[in-house]
């Protein structure tokens, strides 16, 4: 079987560069007392989720959400989800239970897109050809049985590799370097693969930054999946890490915008309402890009596909 290939992102003429920002709205097994991940998004979360799109809306642009389908077995998610869909943003497939696209057993990841396919027709009114993988995986560790069953149920690009190396790098260079990296590619299979690139939001903060792993496990044990109290601040990780988060994210934009490239990065609503409860994140990183005398595209994931270039032959 022919090796990978890459993929090409044209960027439209007069663009400097493009920022895809997504956000996966799991209910997270991480901040679960059972340890269990679903998408039955609190309604805490709903709240935070419409602060995230009322900031991206005074910027003109549009977010990209990745909604774990057993949610919209309660018609409470399925409104909320058709609320961001009226508003404009996109939402895209994580798996009907949060099963990782690699490691699954191909019968029970076919079971579970099926399933998910179902509910995703059958409530919203569309099939997602877009997959985001749950738990991320490490380059090429995607089977080949597992691409096929992945196609066979109407996906053509999923994006979930992710580089593991940045939990041993500490230089920062080389986290904010992650545009250049992990960069599309297509599988022999005809898959594409869209990599998540740079630091994810849970493994910057809840494995990077964790200063006080007990305080994180009690937390989660106790109020996992309820809504913190007006004036929280997490305990588990060191001080400095939100102003860290805001300044790698800020650095990774400005590596893109010099180097001219696309950057799709990985976040979680749960984990800002933990981490940034007063919302500075998103705001701030719009505001940085704003300032930019070039222009800066935000695109969904749908918008990466429509200007991807296959090699010839896939």
Not at 198 to 225: E, M
Request: proline share 6%.
């Amino acid at each position: 079987m022919s090796p990978c290939k890459p993929v090409k992102i044209t960027l439209p003429e007069g663009c400097r560069c493009a920022v895809v920002i997504t956000y996966d709205t799991d209910m997270a097994g991480g901040y679960s007392p059972t340890g269990v991940c679903h998408g039955r998004t609190a309604p805490f979360l709903m709240d935070y989720i419409y602060r995230l799109c009322e900031v991206a809306e005074d910027f003109g642009i549009k977010l990209q959400f990745f909604q774990i389908a057993n949610g919209l077995e309660l018609e409470s998610v399925v409104s909320h989800v058709k609320s961001l869909l009226k508003r404009g943003h996109a939402v895209d497939c994580h798996t009907y239970n949060h099963v990782n696209l690699a490691y699954a057993s191909s019968k029970e990841l076919s079971e579970d897109l099926k399933r998910a396919n179902e509910l995703f027709e059958r409530k919203l009114g569309f099939k997602s050809r877009i997959l985001r993988g749950p738990g991320g995986y490490r380059h090429l560790d995607l089977k080949v049985e597992n691409q096929k069953v992945i196609l066979e149920n109407g996906f053509t690009l999923v994006s979930g590799e992710f580089d593991y190396d940045l939990l041993k790098h500490k230089d920062w260079r080389y986290m904010a370097s992650a545009p250049s990296r992990n960069l599309p590619f297509i599988y022999p299979s005809g898959l594409i693969e869209v990599p998540i690139q740079g630091w994810t939001d849970r493994a910057w903060f809840d494995s990077y930054r964790i200063v006080n792993p007990r305080a994180y496990r009690d937390w989660r044990l106790r109020y996992g999946h309820k809504p913190v109290p007006e004036g929280w601040r997490c305990p588990w990780t060191d001080r400095g890490a939100l102003s860290d988060w805001i300044k790698v994210n800020v650095d990774c934009l400005n590596y893109a915008y010099e180097h001219r490239l696309v950057w799709v990065l990985c976040w979680h609503p749960y984990s800002h309402y933990l981490h940034d409860p007063d919302n500075k994140v998103l705001p701030t990183f719009l505001e940085e890009a704003s300032r930019k005398e070039g222009k800066i595209l935000f695109w969904t994931m749908r918008d990466l596909l429509s200007h991807l270039e296959l090699p010839a032959n896939s």
